[in-house]
């Protein structure tokens, strides 16, 4: 019986409705788990709906709890996620809205979840569009914390990315870990359309293999993914980074686990457009049950 | 193989006989192979790995460079995810977070230390010292070898460290690794076995750090304390970085590791701005190299690159022409003073006279041959090489297979297509370059626009006092208000490849920093990127305007124009 709630808040439309949603459809819930970033950058975006949680959820019976993370310190969010998940039972049974969750929150969420056996299910609501400049500024990429794989010196690097809306990220990445060999996926179920021409996008990037895939299947990210990595983990040391939808993250997430030489990477943006996306697309959201 | 000779590819994904091959040694490999710590400042392209690749023990032998086994170079990288990772850190006891930092880095340098001889065709250590090795290694390290392959097991024992440490840091981060080795308990008895080997006893091990800003702080902080240990008899330490703001110095007591005391400094990029011809000469051996090793029919740089014949003969004319005072740059020099200093005027007078004639405005010609490829290149080999490589391709797919020399139309419309590119990618920095901001992108695209304009009035004025300055110093840069703002785009600048620096003199005699602009991006304005040792020097509330204002460029040169000079020029000697 699904009986926790865990979520992130923020300021685009699709959490309030989204919450609202779910906590319709799911009568058991006796708690909510809010998670949030305190930096003043987030905060101040976020605050509103920080204030009125009591009358968003709007039921007496579901206990608010409520903690604030760290973008700048993903050590201490990790501490704070491990805290919560130590405050659980082993009965308890979650239902994780990753729709505004930043990938290595969903990451850390999913390990603690995993880790204990618990059963959960991930939902995922799209919105109706996205902004034009959505993310921007992006800080150093980190390891996802317990999941840095298993590096060998003698290997080389290969990095795995899927590509979203903003496909000049990449450089960043291939900047930051200079990769002797880059795979890079890109969305085919995009709002925005896949570029045109892609030696001149990728043009600084060499020995790159271009790959196209759905990324709002996890089922599909985890297949590519493993045939991938099965071709290539004898001779190479393999990192693993999303960069678009956060539905991915669970395709990711799976394959990793199934492979925990491969090392899991964020790449975080430090600001985030106002009109980062509008509505809910209630005809269109993602279940999944299993891992 | 692709055929392209200039194919610019990272020298730690090049093949070991490639590298060999490739590699063009200057005096910068013999200080390498000296007992001294060193630290290599260079960015993204100055060719520091290819210089610490080169250096290691494997390319030594292939090359058969040494005849000894005097200095034994050990390439690590650090580029690896290994050393990004922070589960240690959940352990809350810093110490034992430190420790088990230094553990992951020493069993590195182990792993490395031993592959490089395991990787040798033949070995350099005799059966019978491959027997006290093995007593020796038992005895310190507690393991059982076979005597068949001793290093190989040692080599294995070392690898399930690493993979065990790594299961550890998976599993149960906040424990300590009771297990963990440091430099003291790995390395040095390490090193002093391999120095009972008899053909061993008199050799310098240098490990060749690749790449030192990517350790954790603490791994910095271990290495220091290594070298301020100064004795450097049997092994040292080279450590490549891209720039001393982004490596700590500290050591573990706290202290800071002195340059020229504990370890002197190898700049790649000021050594090759401060003598042109330095680099022209390192620049025209590697494309000669090239051109040989993919069989090219024309091994003259001069030739492969084209310079047409109307370019030369008008350059002579204009020359002939300022010798006899027909211009107006100078014409109140005597004849002889002139002909003294042509070189410095002919081609801004050519610039000049493109832009005043209606129809032939853009300066084309004055992009092609060689000299200018190396000018435009700003002093680092990888600017060179990219232009070259989608030269080779252009011309390629006009001429087919055979390209024996890259036409002059092929050479400008690529410069203008890079210099376009270069410009626009500022735009992008602040998605590629961590901490970089959209503002900081739109600073950093104003002064470069604002200084590149700047020059632009000062190359086409024909009363111009100096034509070719391509370098910037900032006065009072610390005394100023927006000290930080100015070099935190600055930085961004330097990191996007878009800026390099060296020391120079500054305007009282003493030394400062030259900020000198990536010559790609003025084709677009129709500047002359061959340039001299010249910079202005603008005060740090200048700079900071130039950073915030769009067309402030005219605002200078009319304050200029009216005696009311804030900065000023000067030439290095």
Redesign the interface.
Known sequence: MINKYITFISWEDRFVESLKYDLNEFSDIDEVVFFYFKEEKFYSKTKKNVSELQQIVNNESITISIHSLSFDDYLSSWKIVNDVFNEFDDEDEFVLNISTMPRNIIFSILHFLTNSESNFSIKYFSPMSHGNDITRNPSKPELILQHGGIMLPSKKIILIVILGHDIKRVHQLYNFIEPSQIHIGLGTNHQTALPSDLDTDFDDIQNKEIFKINSFSSEEVYSILKERILTLREDFNIVLCSLGPKIETVGIFKVHKEYPETALLYAPSKDYADDYSSGTNLSNIITISSM | MNNNPFM???A??IEDSKLVDMFIDNEHSHILNSQKNIFIIGN?GSGKSMLMRYTSLPIQLKNNSIQDINNIGIY??C????F????Q??NDDKFQSAIVSEHMLVL?MA??FL?TFLELDESIISEEDLLLLKEEIEFYFDVNLNETRVLKDFHRWI?KN??DT??H???S?SKFVSEAHTYSSLMMPLIQVFKEVSSLKKTHFMFLIDDGQMLSTTQQISLNSWISYRDTSSVSFKIAITTTDEYSFLTVQESVILENHDYITLDLERDFFSGKSTFVEFAKKIIEKRLELYNIPTRNVEDFFEVPKSFTNELSLIRKKFINGDYPEREDWEEEQRRRNASKFVRSIYFRLNSETEKANIPKLAYTGFDTLTNISTGVIRNLLVPCSIMYEKEKELKGETVDFISAKTQYETLFYESRKAWEKID?L?????????EHTVMLRRVLDNFGKYLQQKLLDPKGTEKKILSFTIHDLEKNQHSDKIKKVIKIGIQGGLIYTRIGPDHNGGRTMWYTPNRILWPSLNLDPVGQNGRKNFPGEQFYKMMTNDNYANTIIKEENTGYVQGELSFDK
């Open positions: 610019h590819e990272a730690t994904n993204r690590i990288s580029m690896t995810p290994l990004m990772r922070i589960d850190r959940l590195t792993e490395r592959s690898i690493l993979i790594q299961k840091l998976n599993i981060p992008e602040s998605v590629k370059i961590v901490d970089c901001t959209h």
